[in-house]
């Protein structure tokens, strides 16, 4: 289930470091993402991040995009 509740199929992106780990000052975001300049601090806060619709979770600083059948058929997002 994708962070605004749909329960379609989803697959999560985010940025992570070369180990693996999420990314502490990296996020991925979807084009429609602004940023709220007066929730900005210098702690790398994802929260000023405002995006219309769901997809996007600030917390974990991931992207989840939908999958359609066909996609997952054809192994075009894994």
């Known amino acids: 289930m994708s ?5 379609g199929l989803h ?3 985010r940025a ?3 180990n693996g780990h ?4 990296t996020t991925v975001a979807p084009k429609n993402a602004s ?3 007066t929730l900005m601090k210098n702690d790398n806060e994802r929260l000023c991040l ?3 619709g769901g997809g996007f979770d600030p917390v974990l600083g991931c992207v989840y ?8 058929r054809e192994h075009k997002k894994m």
């Open 22 to 25: 999420s990314h502490p000052c």
């Open 3 to 7: 962070a605004d509740g749909d329960e």
């Open 50 to 52: 405002k995006c219309d």
């Open 35 to 37: 940023v709220d300049w």
């Open 65 to 72: 995009l939908p999958i359609t059948p066909d996609e997952q």
């Open 16 to 18: 992570v470091t070369e």
């Open 11 to 13: 697959i999560r992106v």
